[in-house]
Structures are given as structure tokens and as C-alpha cells.
């Protein structure tokens, strides 16, 4: 689960990590009270999207006057921003964080994620910060430090003035960081994080290390004992399918090609999603129905992928195992008839009861293509797919 900047700027107020002044703005009367309150006489204007990339997009500017405020919140209140993160659709811009400047005299990288090679936090520096740090790890990823925390100990000040002494930090500053990463580091565990980026981390004219950004992600799998981050969710800033699958407990991920994928088991799926590219297809979805799989579930992943007007053909792999494949047929046929699916659709069945669900199938009558042979199935989808893009 993503949080919004000002949402994440709350949270490091919280662990008195340093960050600039502001207030949310969400609605355009607010503005004249809210400039006030920050005082100076320039702003930045923050849009509120769960999406990097927005200063390249005209989501962050910077104002000196309260007319030009007036004509950017306005802009942008209301808005679709579309970055290099979102789809060409964009993300809808329903509040907006108003800050003070700052004036920068260094930009640092820093981050927090979860490695899954090392099953560690792992931090992330590097010197050269900013709106440009993709081009910097592609054309100099030596510029990027990375750092692993043993579990066992936690981060220590030994490895954190390592960190400074690489990013050439001088022994001012390099206090400021030891002391911010330990605060991030402890942030990052009692909320259950997996993911804190600031980008840029800067330093100012006056010496101090200021986080003028903030990226939040928070492990959707904790979030049952993490109540109050829950209330932080904004279901605006999510795709409608996805968070209908979330509700449904069905694991769903929206892609950009054509041909829905239902499929039982993570590894399976992801087979799945991969012979359909090998074959020259584009997989529309990642959808894992579970392990106990029955009739519901699989008309309701129907519902979820046909919502996604993209799809012009659906591939079913299901191994039997727990499952019963026959019960899975009575699904697809059910959900085929009630919904007027006019799709073609090719289904795979393996395993338990696989031979009932094929005969279920073929009985129906229904325009629905049965393949024993997963090769043959990926390949039988994309050639019923062809000429209906």
C-alpha cells in the first residue's frame, strides 16, 4: 500500500526525521489560510498521485506569487497526471501539499527497501540525487551504493558512517545522516515498511540535511496489525480491479496486454504470463485464484477481468490438486453463460478430476476451446486473439 507525500511526511515528523513545512490543500477556498500559514513568499506546489515522476510532468511547481499559486492549484485540482509511472490515463490529482522552499545546495539518494536476494533491508545511496537518478543508475550504476542490515543487530553506526564517509560527507553532516538513517531504519521496522525513498535528500545552503521528498510503501501482508496505516489508504489512487481483487482475496495485477490469464498458484501464473510473451502474445493480468479455488471464486475473477476492456481472449490453466477440476469447469460454464461472455476463451485442466471438467466442457456446447497441453493452449489463445485486436 502506497501512501501520499504528506502522509509520508507526517510519519517522519513522527520519528523527528527533518522535513519541510506544509499543508494539504483540498480544495481551492483553503489556499489564502494555508500560504499564510507557511509565511514566504514562494511555495511549491505539490500534486498528490501515488506515481513518481511528476516534477517531469508539471506536478511539482514551484511559485512566487499567490496569483500563480491560485492558477497552479487550479491547474491541477481536479486533474489527470500522467507520468512515466502511471497509465496513459494518468492518476487523478485530489488534494494537492503545499510546502516552503528550501534552497539546495546538494542532492543525496537515499532508500529503504526489502531485498528478497538477501532477505535483509538493504539502503540505498548516492550522491548524484534527484529528478535525473534512473539515468544515473543506468549509465553509472557505480554511483549507487547499496548496503544490506543484518537483522540480527540492526543498522549500526559503524556501517552508517562507512555509508557518509562514501557519499564524501563531511564529519557535520555526516552526524545529520547517521542520525536520520537510524530513524528511518527504526521507522521502517515498527511499521512494517517495505519501502522508504527519499529522492532528494538535500543539503541545504544553510547545512542542514532536509527530506524535501517522501515515498512510503507499506507491506500490504502486515497490514492487519497495522490499523492505523490501513486509514491511510486512498482507494481513488488504485485500480478499480485490483482493489476489487484485493477485496475478494483473489491476487490480481493489471497489465497491458490483451489476453486474461486465470491461473491457481503464484509460480504457475507467472509460467503462464511467460508463454503467452513466448509465443508473441501480451498477457492483460496476473491473477492467482488460490489453492481453494470453487465455482464463486472463478466467476468472480471472470467479473474482474472482463471489466478490463483490453481483453479479447482468456487462457484458464488450472493444476488440480486440492482443487477439483470438474468444480472449476462448473464455474467457467456458469460464469460463461450468465455473463454472455462473447471472448474466446481456452482452458487447460490438469490433475484431479481433469477429465470430468473437460467432458463438462465439451457438453456445454459453449464457445469454449479445451487444450490438455499448456504449448499448445498459450498458442491456441494467441491465434483466436490475432485478427481481434
Not at 553509472?140 to 555509508?163: D, F, H, S, Y
Not at 501482508?221 to 489508504?233: C, H, P, T, V, W
Not at 481453494?292 to 487462457?315: C, P, Q
Request: glycine share 6%; hydrophobic share 40%; proline share 2%.
Amino acid at each position: 500500500m502506497n501512501l501520499h507525500e504528506y502522509q509520508a511526511k507526517n510519519l517522519y515528523r513522527k520519528y523527528d526525521i527533518p522535513t519541510t513545512k506544509g499543508k494539504l490543500l483540498t480544495h481551492p477556498s483553503q489556499l489564502d489560510n494555508i500560504l499564510n500559514t507557511i509565511g514566504k513568499d514562494k511555495w511549491v506546489i505539490k500534486a498528490q498521485v501515488h506515481a513518481g515522476g511528476r516534477g517531469k510532468a508539471g506536478g511539482v511547481v514551484i511559485v512566487d506569487s499567490k496569483a500563480e499559486a491560485n492558477k497552479e492549484v487550479r491547474r491541477l485540482l481536479g486533474s489527470k497526471l500522467v507520468t512515466h509511472q502511471t497509465s496513459s490515463e494518468g492518476q487523478s490529482v485530489n488534494s494537492i501539499y503545499i510546502e516552503e522552499p528550501c534552497e539546495i545546495l546538494q542532492q543525496i539518494y537515499l532508500a529503504f527497501i526489502v531485498d528478497r536476494t538477501s532477505s535483509r533491508i538493504m539502503i540505498i545511496t548516492s550522491s548524484q540525487g534527484g529528478i535525473e537518478i534512473e539515468e544515473v543508475a543506468k549509465n553509472t550504476p557505480e554511483k549507487i551504493l547499496k548496503n544490506t542490515i543484518n537483522p540480527v543487530v540492526g543498522i549500526m553506526p559503524a556501517q552508517c558512517r562507512q555509508i557518509c564517509e562514501d557519499l564524501n560527507l563531511d564529519k557535520t553532516l555526516s552526524s545529520q545522516m547517521i542520525d536520520l538513517m537510524q530513524k528511518t531504519y527504526k521507522m521502517f521496522v515498527e511499521n512494517d515498511l517495505s519501502l522508504v525513498e527519499v529522492n532528494p535528500l538535500v543539503v541545504t545552503k544553510q547545512g542542514y540535511l532536509i527530506c524535501l521528498d517522501a515515498k512510503i510503501q507499506v507491506d500490504d501482508s502486515a497490514l492487519y496489525r497495522q490499523e492505523k496505516m490501513n486509514e491511510s489508504r486512498d482507494d481513488s489512487q488504485e485500480d478499480e480491479r485490483e482493489l476489487k481483487a484485493s477485496k475478494l482475496d483473489l491476487n490480481y495485477i493489471s497489465l497491458d496486454g490483451n489476453i486474461a490469464c486465470m491461473v491457481n498458484g503464484a509460480g504457475l501464473a507467472m509460467a503462464t504470463m511467460d508463454l503467452i510473451k513466448t509465443y508473441g502474445g501480451e498477457p492483460a493480468n496476473f491473477l492467482d485464484v488460490g489453492g481453494s479455488v470453487n465455482e464463486k471464486r472463478v466467476i468472480e475473477a471472470f467479473e474482474i477481468i472482463l471489466s478490463d476492456k483490453k481483453v479479447n481472449g482468456i487462457l484458464i490453466n488450472i493444476f488440480g490438486g486440492i482443487v477439483r477440476c470438474d468444480i472449476i469447469a462448473s464455474g467457467i460454464i456458469e460464469a460463461t453463460k450468465a455473463m454472455d461472455i462473447s471472448v474466446p476463451i481456452v482452458v487447460r485442466l490438469e490433475g484431479t478430476n481433469a477429465k470430468e471438467g473437460l467432458d463438462l466442457i465439451k457438453a456445454s456446447k459453449l464457445n469454449i476451446y479445451e487444450e490438455n497441453d499448456l504449448d499448445k493452449a498459450s498458442k491456441k489463445i494467441i491465434e483466436l486473439t490475432q485478427g481481434l485486436k
